[in-house]
């Protein structure tokens, strides 16, 4: 029996990409600091764009946001996540929404099976009845929507360096994100992959996360010390497979590089494919949160390949067709 087609080039090259592959080691991820960002910008621009078609990830230091307020939304979404599922079902994510509470409902085109985590999506115009109150979670919401503009701020700076190399106006891609805007749809989404018990650590076929690329155009990614299990595959046709861990540190802000701006640099910025392995065994089985921030253009913004590689699309219908695939529709 066939499994299911679909009309996404991005969506047919993840079905493909299932096996367990093997580590390799011998690639290190670049580290890229901000400091002094504004007199440093064609540096920066420089080291950003080599780092992003090479390997499509890197990891940003001295980027201006706070451990502290970091530390705080990591604190807030431990809150959430310990709310017994039933308290937690009354914020669930309605199917296409992409905003709300979510729980072992992820099937990706690469597996076919169940990620191993549950998640809760923050996404500003879309939160109608689905914010804990206050007197449950004391704080949640604004210290969820302040690390949100944080990370917006910080995104479409990064991408203004990428507007200047693909020759749009430095402004262009904060134009596509305006979170004033009602069709606005960066998501800043909580992750709580689930603690295992020891007969599940390495086993075949379950992932916290399977093998994808993101839809959007740059993600930020938030992960604690100690807490790995992120891996990438360099590659736009991912040949042998040969996956590189991630190290999570608290220091650094991982981002990747999303199929969104794959169209519209024409496919010179990569779009990685990247996983979350389950723990072996002997390894930390503990719970594992992370924080993450997609960058995904505005509902009527076209997404156009300048050359005409890729037909146009409205950045609401592309969302929409990535998230059907994910979640059945």
């Not at 100690?226 to 999570?248: H, S």
Request: hydrophobic share 40%; charged share 25%.
């Amino acid at each position: 029996m066939s499994g299911p087609t679909y009309s996404l080039t991005e969506l047919v090259r993840e079905s493909r990409l299932g096996g367990a592959g093997t580590e390799a080691t011998d690639r290190a991820i670049p580290r890229i600091s901000l400091r002094d960002f504004e007199n440093r910008r064609e540096e920066v621009t420089e080291e950003l764009w080599s780092a992003a078609t090479r390997i499509g990830f890197f990891q940003l230091v001295d980027h201006g946001i706070d451990l502290s307020e970091v530390d705080a939304a990591f604190a807030a979404a431990e809150a959430f996540f310990a709310l017994p599922d039933e308290v937690k079902a009354r914020w669930a994510l309605p199917k296409g929404r992409n905003a709300g509470w979510e729980k072992l409902s992820q099937v990706r085109p690469s597996t076919g099976t169940v990620d191993q985590k549950e998640s809760f999506q923050v996404t500003r115009p879309r939160m109608a009845g689905l914010w804990p109150d206050d007197d449950e979670l004391p704080g949640f919401r604004q210290t969820l929507l302040a690390l949100e503009r944080r990370c917006w701020e910080l995104a479409v700076r990064v991408l203004s360096c990428f507007a200047d190399r693909l020759g749009f106006p430095r402004d262009f891609f904060t134009t596509a994100h305006d979170p004033a805007a009602p069709t606005y749809q960066s998501t800043l989404r909580l992750l709580h992959y689930l603690p295992l018990s020891p007969e599940l650590a390495g086993a075949p076929g379950i992932w916290r996360a399977g093998a994808h690329t993101d839809f959007d155009c740059l993600t930020l990614l938030f992960q604690r010390t100690g807490q790995d299990g992120l891996q990438l595959l360099p590659g736009r046709e991912a040949d042998g497979e040969r996956w590189t861990p991630v190290p999570a540190a608290a220091d650094a802000i991982t981002c990747n590089i999303g199929d969104m701006l794959m169209r519209w640099s024409d496919d010179q910025l990569a779009s990685t494919f990247h996983r979350v392995r389950l723990p072996a065994a002997g390894e930390y089985l503990g719970p594992r949160y992370s924080l993450a921030f997609f960058a995904q253009a505005n509902e009527d913004v076209v997404i156009s390949s300048p050359s005409g590689r890729y037909p146009d699309i409205t950045a609401r219908d592309y969302l929409l067709q990535r998230i059907q695939a994910n979640y059945g529709g």
